[in-house]
């Protein structure tokens, strides 16, 4: 075979054929991540096969969910664009200097279409439970908190309109994501062999979904909550949706995507500086169980 026939052609070959992957990668994670939450808020209930009120049971669907969800996009996307998924996860690569600044906002617009279409083929798959479970309870749609709840997110109640404890939910969040992130996929360091980082950084997702969930609903991506809250504005959930106004909560919207942002860079210098910078440091990781200085015999 000749070279010019083994070459790729196309889009495909560069940029475009990442932010494919990363249009697909987040479809994924936002299709299982949202229809775990239709399953727990509206589909087990309206099925008849739940008949006790939303409890714990139904918040370990979502927090697996999401866990799973993060796992198979990154397994989709990861060998094509990095599987970022997320754009706190894009920007602090580029903020530790691991990846183009001009590529940052193809990459984060491709996780937004591809987390809009996902909302919107769990939309028409659940839609006759999302009407149901509005009938039953007297609510119009665009009345109806936990119903939008399905696609994106919203502060706890006792909250009582402040913004600041949310906004600080998402930066510890997308931190602890991003910190972990770059601890799992550091060769330097003890790094999951075998393709099992991806089953990793979702556990992670599952993990901070069971400790910081309840705060405000553990969005740590915008494009996960934008993309979804933007299809739900448009299918008539009104001010809930945009700018994300409710009993006790209003103008909601930005603090998924500013604070996930700013927790991301955070995450990543925290790492580098505590971690990256200390294996950098040194020629080599350290052997297992052994965290001392080199012997003095050594460094003679």
């Known amino acids: ?16 054929g990442e932010l494919l992957a990363e249009l697909l990668g987040t479809f994924v994670l936002i299709l299982f991540g949202c229809a775990s939450v239709a399953v727990a808020v509206a589909g ?12 714990p049971g139904n918040w370990l669907i979502i927090a697996f969910g999401w866990g799973f969800a993060v796992v198979f996009g990154v397994y989709v996307a990861g060998g094509v ?3 970022h998924i997320n754009p706190a996860v894009t920007l602090a690569f580029a903020v530790r200097r691991a990846f183009p600044w001009r590529k940052v906002v193809p990459y984060v617009a491709a996780q937004f279409v591809g987390a809009f279409l996902a909302a919107a083929v769990v939309y028409s798959v659940y839609s006759w439970a999302i009407d149901a479970f509005n009938a039953k309870a007297g609510l119009a ?46 060769t330097r360091n003890v790094a999951p062999s075998a393709n099992l980082g991806p089953f990793m950084i979702g556990m992670v997702v599952t993990t901070i979904g069971l400790t910081f969930g309840p705060n405000a609903g553990y969005a740590i991506n915008p494009a996960r909550d934008f993309g979804p809250r933007l299809w739900t504005f448009v299918t008539g959930w009104g001010d809930i949706a945009l700018p994300g106004s409710y009993q006790w909560f209003s103008n909601y919207f930005w603090i998924p995507i500013v604070g996930p942002l700013v927790g ?26 052994r965290a001392t200085e080199e012997a003095p015999e050594a460094q003679q």
């Open 81 to 83: 664009s990095g599987a």
């Open 44 to 55: 087990l209930p309206g099925s008849g096969r739940q008949s006790d009120a939303f409890g």
């Open 141 to 186: 749609r665009n009345q109806s908190l936990d119903t939008f709840a399905i696609f994106a997110t919203f502060p706890a109640k006792y909250f009582d309109g402040s913004w600041w404890g949310p906004f600080l939910d998402q930066i510890v969040g997308t931190a602890i994501l991003v910190l972990l992130i770059f601890a799992l996929i550091d």
């Open 264 to 289: 991301g860079v955070i995450g990543a210098v925290v790492y580098d500086l505590f971690i990256g910078q200390v294996l950098a440091a040194r020629a080599a990781p350290p052997e297992p169980g």
């Open 1 to 16: 075979m000749s070279e010019e026939n083994q070459r790729r052609h196309g889009y495909r070959e560069g940029l475009g």
